[in-house]
Structure formats: C-alpha cells, structure tokens
C-alpha cells in the first residue's frame, strides 16, 4: 500500500515540474515594469518614471513602459488638480477637507512640494482656531496684492516707454511749419491714441499672466476688424484736420498708418502657419503702433512751450527766464489807463492768449538744468523750446525749436528797433526780452491760429514789439522825450506791419493823448476813429471772435465819448450838431449790447465786460440825457441816476457828467438843475483824487458850467508842493525855537 502512495506522488511530482518547465518565464521589460510599478502605486513617481524610461527594445515588449508613463502623468495630474482643491477648500474655511486633499495628493504623488506646503499650511491654521488680520493681510497680499502690484508696474513700463517713444516720433511725423488741427480733431485724435497705448500696456501683461481667454479664429477676426477700422477713422482724423491741400504735409503720417495697417491684416489673414495667438499678437502690435503714430500727431501739435534765458557764458538767468515767461503771458498788458483820453478801457488784455498752464521755464543750475533737459527730451507733450542768448547790454539772439527740430531764429538789438538810448540798464534788458517775446508770440501764431486773434492782425514781430514797449509805462523812461518817443515807436511799428490794427489805433490815440482839452478838435478825433474803425478788418468781426473785441470795446468807448466831447463844444445851430450826437449814440448803444448782451467765454474778457459795463450803461444814459428822452425826465432830475456810492474814481468821474448833461435841460427849474450841480460836485469829490484828474476836470467841457462855481473852483485847485523850509538853528546848532535872544 505504502509503496503505491509512494508512487502516486512521485507521478504527481513529475506532472508539476513537467508543467512548471512549460511556463515561459518574465521578460526583463516586464519585470521592470512590475518593480515599476510597485513605485507608482506607492506614489514614487519620479523612481517609477526612471523604471519605465529604462526599458529598452532589446528587453521585450515596451508598451507596458508607454502605459506606465502615461499612468505616471495622470497620477501627477491628479495630484495637482488634488493640491488646486485643497487651496480653495482653504480659502473657503473647510480646513479639513483641505487636509483630505494634499493627503490624497500626497498619495498619489508623495514628492509633492505644493501638497506638503499646503498640509504645513493647514497645520499653521488649525494652531490659530479663528484668522487674525495678520494672517487675513498676508493672504489678500500673497493672493491680491502680489499680482496686482506686478501687473500694475509692468503696465506702467509698458506705457512710459511708448509716451516716450511717441514723443521721439513727433519731430518725423510733425514738419516744424505745419498749421495745427482744429482744437476738436487734435483732442479726439490724442484721446484715440493714448486709449491705443493705455490698452497695448495693459493687455499684453495681463494676457501673459491671466490669460483671460484662449485665442480662436473669431478673436482673430474681431481683431483684424477692430485694426481696420481704427486705421480708417485715424486716416480720417488726418485728412479732416489738414486744411486746403495741407494733407501733403502729412504724407508720413497717413503712408505708417498704411503700412501698420496692411501688415496687422496681411499676418493674421496669409499667415496659416502661425498660431492663433502668434497672429493676435500681430495686431496687437499693430494698433499699438497705431496708437504711437496717434500719440505722436497730437503731441506734436501742442501749445505746450518752455522758455530759457542764458547768459553769455552759458548760465541760465534765472530771473530774465521768469521775466520772459511773464512776458509771453502778459505781453501788451501794461499799458496807460486813464479812460478819458485816449486809452479807453479800465484795463487792458494781454496780446497773448496762451494759457498759463502750456507755459514753463527751465530751472537754473547745471546740474538740475541737466537733468530736467533729460526730462524734457524724452516729454512727447511739451512740443516748442525757446531759447534766448543776452549776447550784452544791446544785443540778444533767440532761437525757437519745435518737436526737438529749428523752427526760428532772430538777432536783434536795440539800435535795430530804433530804441532810445537808455542809461538803465536793467530796462534796457527789459526792452530786449520784450521783443524777444513779441518774437516768439507772432512765430507760434503762424502755425496756432487761435493766438492770431489777439494780435489784432499783426504778422511781423517787431511791430508787435515796438508797440508793446511804446504803450508801457516802465519800459520807457519818464522823461520830457516819452511822448515823442512814443509817437516815434508807435508810427515805426505801423510802418513795420501796416495790418497792426491795435498799433495804429494806439498812434493815433498817441497823438491826442497829451494835448490839452482847449487844443482838441474833438470832431476830427472822432472822426478819425471811426474812419479807421470802417475801414479796418476789426468791423467785420464776429461776436464769436473773443480776440478782437477788448480792442473793439476801446474803440466804441473812445468814439462815443469824443463825439460827445464834440457836440458839446459845437454850437447849437452847427449843421453836424444833430449828426454828432447820432455817432455818439450808435457807437454807444453797441458797446452797450457789447457789454451788456453778449456772453463771453475768456476770462480776461469777462473781466473787462464786468468793468466796463456801468461804464456803457453810464454813457447811454448821458446821451439819453442829451437827446432829452423820457428816461431823463422829472423823476430823473429829482434824485441820483445812479443808487449808492461810486464804485470807482473812474465810475464817479462818468457819474459827474451825467449829472452835468442832465442840468442842461430845458424843462428843468433853477433849484433841479442847482441840485444836479451838486449831485456833480459830490461825485467829483470822489473822482479827483489826483492833480492830473484835477487838470482834466478843469479843461472838460463837460463841467463848463462849473467852472464859475467856488466849490468846483476849490476841488480842481491844483496844489502845487512847496518847497521844503530851511531849518534856522542857534549858534551852537540848537534848534531856533530852543535859542534864547539875549539883550544887552
């Protein structure tokens, strides 16, 4: 029995090795697979990868190596997108539900930075049961603030390097004589570009580190339009604001915008090859060129201006410099006043109608002076440098650049403006920059249309030169020679520019100005006012021209006010009499609408409006008071015209006369017209308050028949200063009083 177990098992023995012997045995691919991937499920990752790149062709099968890889990139996957939820989950406070994640990453990818960090992460959270503000602030920072504070300083690179480059690109796009655009077009063409170049900064780092969308052939599409479009409305932008045929001019400009347009298309449309993104790149490029080309146009075409005055030597004259730049300002403001002479207005407005804000002068110092040259090379919107030489006492050179490129040059001297000679040296200097002013005002005019208003059509710098020194009471000396040297200056600056309408107004107020009131022909002077003012350009302005009209204010007081100094010297039966008074009223009735009606923009001109209006309103009521209408009746004569005390000597001076012309009516008692005289002499007491209102007051025919009155005669005196008594002084050098006479 034994010996047959034993036989049985010995068959069965035999089965097994026979079968055994019959199994092909692993391969070394799958083996190494197998050890691999044992490492995957334990989370090794980097170990299993080495595994299955190790296997070679000559090792067997390797596509058990390929499934391996692709597991190994899955798990990697899912282990990030693991850590991905784990942050959120602790933003949103479910500590842990976080912890579950990175455990989970961790499992599958146990060389995991991020999931470690946010274990740690979550560790450190769990210590501090509630968030402190520190913690809060550490998260808004590394969450919010990092990327914002990244984004924000790569926008504001981006942008200053293409405000720079812009302004680099105005002196080949912008010709040193072009005219600039209306005001309107220059504005929406510079607000176009800037919106160009603001977009172009801010898209291209927040598209590298957001990435908002995933580009396809519709952003492509949209893109090539919004290109095409752009470049038709800027092309039209150009052609709309060159006047006449000055579209040549800009030829540079519009062939760029061809260019930059054709290229941004031809890339995104031709380009197959290229990848969506690489084409919407393209014309991303595109419209920021678009948008420098713009930027450039506008900036180039600025009133922005900066001057500097040098020395011989070099040395910026700090003082010389802030007197040009109140100079180009205020240029032609400091004139005489006195409103019944010649001059008509309380005041005066400057030639000049740059802004202040457009002007600025160059600091003094080297080394400051050199860095804000710097500056203000690489600044697109300050557009003209002025830059003035003091060669000495008598001569002075100035050059205007534009856009970094010579525009003008001028080197005058005193002798060339037949100035006086002048032992002042300081007012001498003075004299050079104000040419040197009126120099760059009548250049900047030739190609900024709206300052050729308020020269009044003066095209020649010197003429405006001439005009403004022989119109300013510091600018010349006070001496017996002004009003020849005036006379001299002004007929000099109308010989230089026949088309300076306010110099040859100003020459011949000039030659009325000091004559005395018993020397006027009060007629001819009229007349010759409004001879001129018919025939000049200054009557065919529009209400719309603010320019022109502080000028045309003077003009219309003068020739009211001296028609009416004419009929009341001119007889009752003279056969202009009746004519006289309708000058004087129609001059009168539109500065009055002039005054009164019409609503101005410029400051300058409201101010003037404002003065000069109980002025008009004034002189209307004399002439009504003259013409003997109903507004001048019994209740006129019975009290003041006017409520309340004079505003101004000027006003009360004006007060004075009305009272005069209404005691001249027929239809008024002895104690009515009595009682005007008094009114006259009370609103006189507040008008002379200087010997030369007195002169005046004597000679104006206005008050003639005052002249016999004492209270008049005692007001108009003219008190002429004594000369200073000599001090008598003792023996000893007392005082007289103090020295006691002493009899013998």
């Given at each position: 029995?034994?010996?047959?177990l034993?036989?049985?098992?010995?068959?069965?023995?035999?089965?097994?090795?026979?079968?055994?012997?019959?199994?092909?045995?692993?391969?070394?691919?799958e083996?190494?697979?197998?050890?691999a991937?044992?490492?995957?499920?334990?989370g090794?990752?980097?170990?299993?990868?080495?595994?299955?790149?190790?296997?070679?062709?000559?090792?067997?099968?390797?596509?058990?190596?390929?499934?391996?890889l692709?597991?190994?990139?899955?798990?990697?996957?899912?282990?990030?997108?693991?850590v991905?939820?784990?942050?959120?989950?602790?933003?949103?406070?479910d500590?842990?539900?976080?912890?579950d994640k990175?455990?989970?990453a961790?499992?599958?990818?146990?060389?995991s930075?991020?999931?470690?960090?946010?274990?740690?992460?979550?560790?450190?959270?769990k210590?501090?049961?509630?968030?402190?503000?520190?913690?809060?602030?550490?998260?808004?920072?590394?969450?919010?603030?990092?990327?914002?504070?990244?984004?924000?300083?790569?926008?504001?690179?981006?942008?200053s390097?293409?405000y720079?480059?812009?302004?680099?690109?105005?002196?080949?796009?912008?010709?040193?004589?072009?005219?600039?655009w209306?005001?309107?077009?220059?504005?929406?063409?510079?607000s176009?570009g800037?919106?160009?170049?603001?977009a172009?900064a801010?898209?291209?780092?927040l598209f590298?580190?957001f990435?908002?969308?995933?580009?396809?052939?519709?952003?492509?599409?949209?893109?090539?339009?919004?290109?095409a479009?752009?470049?038709l409305?800027?092309?039209a932008?150009?052609?709309?604001?060159?006047?006449?045929?000055?579209?040549?001019?800009?030829?540079?400009l519009l062939?760029?915008?061809?260019?930059?347009?054709?290229?941004?298309?031809?890339?995104v449309l031709l380009?197959s090859?290229?990848?969506?993104?690489?084409r919407?790149?393209?014309?991303?490029?595109?419209?920021?060129a678009?948008?420098?080309?713009?930027t450039?146009?506008a900036?180039?075409?600025?009133?922005?201006?900066?001057?500097?005055?040098?020395?011989?030597?070099?040395?910026?004259?700090?003082?010389?410099?802030?007197y040009?730049?109140?100079?180009m300002?205020?240029?032609?403001?400091?004139?005489?006043?006195?409103?019944h002479?010649?001059t008509?207005?309380?005041?005066?407005?400057?030639?000049?109608q740059?802004?202040?804000?457009?002007?600025s002068?160059?600091?003094?110092?080297?080394i400051?002076?050199?860095l804000?040259?710097?500056?203000?090379a690489?600044?697109?919107?300050?557009?003209?440098?002025?830059?003035?030489?003091?060669?000495?006492?008598?001569?002075?050179?100035?050059?205007?650049?534009?856009?970094?490129?010579?525009?003008?040059?001028?080197?005058?001297?005193?002798?060339?403006?037949?100035?006086?000679?002048?032992?002042?040296?300081?007012r001498?200097?003075?004299?050079?920059?104000?040419?040197?002013?009126?120099f760059?005002?009548?250049?900047?005019?030739?190609?900024?249309?709206?300052?050729?208003?308020?020269?009044?059509?003066?095209s020649?710098?010197?003429?405006?030169?001439?005009?403004v020194?022989?119109?300013?009471?510091?600018l010349?000396a006070?001496?017996?020679?002004?009003?020849?040297?005036?006379?001299?200056?002004?007929?000099?600056?109308?010989n230089?520019?026949?088309?300076?309408?306010?110099?040859r107004?100003e020459?011949?107020w000039?030659a009325?100005?000091?004559?005395?009131?018993?020397?006027?022909?009060?007629?001819?002077f009229?007349?010759?006012?409004?001879?001129?003012?018919?025939s000049?350009?200054?009557?065919?302005?529009?209400?719309?021209?603010?320019?022109?009209?502080?000028?045309?204010?003077?003009?219309?007081?003068?020739?009211?006010?001296?028609?009416?100094n004419?009929?009341?010297?001119?007889?009752?039966t003279?056969?202009?009499?009746?004519?006289?008074?309708?000058?004087?009223?129609?001059?009168?009735?539109e500065l009055?609408?002039?005054?009164?009606?019409?609503?101005?923009k410029?400051?300058?001109?409201?101010?003037?409006?404002?003065?000069?209006r109980?002025h008009?309103?004034?002189?209307v009521?004399c002439?009504?008071?003259?013409?003997?209408?109903?507004?001048?009746?019994?209740?006129?004569?019975?009290?003041?015209?006017h409520?309340?005390?004079p505003?101004?000597?000027?006003?009360?001076?004006?007060?004075?006369?009305?009272?005069?012309?209404?005691?001249?009516?027929r239809?008024?008692?002895?104690?009515?017209?009595?009682?005007?005289?008094?009114?006259?002499?009370?609103?006189?007491?507040?008008?002379?308050?200087?010997?030369d209102?007195?002169?005046?007051?004597?000679g104006?025919?206005?008050?003639?028949?005052?002249?016999?009155?004492s209270?008049?005669q005692?007001?108009?005196?003219?008190?002429?200063?004594?000369p200073?008594?000599?001090?008598?002084?003792?023996?000893?050098?007392?005082p007289?009083?103090a020295?006691?006479?002493?009899?013998?």
């Amino acid at each position: 029995m034994w010996r047959r177990l034993v036989r049985a098992l010995a068959l069965v023995v035999l089965l097994l090795t026979t079968t055994l012997a019959a199994v092909p045995a692993d391969t070394v691919a799958e083996q190494t697979c197998k050890s691999a991937d044992g490492h995957l499920r334990a989370g090794s990752l980097d170990r299993a990868k080495k595994l299955y790149e190790s296997v070679r062709a000559s090792d067997g099968d390797q596509q058990c190596a390929v499934d391996g890889l692709r597991l190994v990139a899955e798990a990697r996957q899912d282990a990030a997108e693991l850590v991905t939820a784990g942050q959120l989950l602790i933003r949103s406070g479910d500590l842990n539900g976080a912890e579950d994640k990175f455990d989970a990453a961790l499992h599958r990818d146990a060389a995991s930075v991020a999931a470690g960090a946010g274990i740690a992460r979550v560790a450190d959270l769990k210590s501090h049961p509630l968030p402190t503000a520190l913690s809060q602030g550490d998260r808004f920072y590394r969450d919010w603030g990092l990327p914002l504070g990244r984004l924000l300083l790569l926008i504001a690179i981006g942008g200053s390097v293409l405000y720079a480059f812009a302004g680099l690109s105005s002196r080949w796009l912008v010709k040193v004589d072009v005219v600039v655009w209306p005001k309107r077009i220059r504005h929406i063409t510079g607000s176009l570009g800037a919106l160009l170049l603001f977009a172009a900064a801010v898209m291209a780092p927040l598209f590298a580190m957001f990435s908002p969308f995933t580009p396809t052939w519709t952003q492509c599409r949209i893109g090539v339009l919004v290109l095409a479009v752009v470049c038709l409305g800027a092309a039209a932008l150009v052609l709309c604001g060159a006047r006449s045929d000055a579209w040549k001019q800009w030829r540079a400009l519009l062939l760029a915008l061809g260019i930059v347009t054709l290229a941004g298309i031809l890339s995104v449309l031709l380009a197959s090859a290229l990848s969506y993104d690489v084409r919407l790149m393209f014309v991303h490029i595109a419209l920021s060129a678009v948008g420098v080309l713009l930027t450039a146009a506008a900036f180039g075409q600025n009133l922005r201006l900066q001057v500097e005055v040098q020395q011989p030597d070099g040395n910026v004259n700090a003082a010389s410099s802030e007197y040009l730049l109140a100079r180009m300002k205020g240029l032609g403001t400091e004139t005489p006043q006195s409103l019944h002479k010649t001059t008509s207005t309380p005041g005066s407005t400057p030639l000049s109608q740059i802004p202040v804000e457009e002007l600025s002068v160059l600091p003094a110092g080297k080394i400051v002076g050199t860095l804000t040259r710097l500056f203000f090379a690489l600044r697109p919107d300050l557009t003209w440098r002025a830059r003035v030489t003091l060669v000495d006492d008598d001569r002075l050179a100035a050059a205007l650049s534009r856009n970094g490129q010579h525009a003008a040059s001028a080197v005058f001297s005193r002798p060339d403006l037949t100035l006086p000679e002048d032992d002042d040296k300081d007012r001498a200097k003075a004299q050079m920059l104000t040419g040197a002013a009126a120099f760059i005002l009548v250049q900047l005019s030739a190609v900024h249309k709206e300052l050729r208003d308020g020269l009044y059509g003066a095209s020649h710098w010197k003429s405006v030169a001439l005009q403004v020194i022989a119109s300013s009471k510091s600018l010349l000396a006070a001496d017996e020679n002004r009003v020849a040297t005036q006379v001299k200056l002004f007929a000099k600056a109308v010989n230089e520019d026949p088309g300076n309408e306010l110099a040859r107004f100003e020459c011949l107020w000039a030659a009325y100005e000091y004559m005395p009131y018993a020397e006027t022909d009060f007629g001819a002077f009229a007349r010759a006012i409004d001879r001129q003012y018919d025939s000049l350009e200054i009557s065919k302005t529009r209400d719309d021209q603010e320019g022109w009209m502080p000028l045309k204010i003077r003009i219309l007081y003068n020739s009211a006010t001296q028609w009416l100094n004419a009929y009341i010297n001119a007889s009752s039966t003279s056969m202009d009499h009746a004519a006289m008074l309708n000058s004087a009223r129609k001059s009168a009735g539109e500065l009055d609408r002039l005054c009164g009606e019409v609503s101005w923009k410029g400051k300058e001109l409201q101010r003037q409006q404002t003065v000069m209006r109980p002025h008009a309103r004034n002189l209307v009521a004399c002439l009504d008071a003259l013409h003997g209408s109903t507004e001048a009746g019994e209740n006129t004569a019975a009290q003041h015209p006017h409520e309340g005390a004079p505003a101004s000597p000027r006003l009360a001076y004006d007060h004075a006369c009305l009272h005069m012309f209404i005691a001249r009516r027929r239809d008024l008692g002895e104690e009515a017209r009595q009682q005007q005289w008094g009114y006259a002499i009370e609103d006189l007491r507040h008008a002379l308050v200087t010997e030369d209102n007195k002169k005046d007051a004597q000679g104006d025919p206005c008050f003639a028949e005052l002249r016999s009155n004492s209270d008049f005669q005692e007001l108009v005196r003219i008190r002429r200063p004594r000369p200073p008594r000599r001090r008598q002084t003792g023996p000893h050098g007392e005082p007289r009083s103090a020295y006691v006479v002493r009899r013998y």
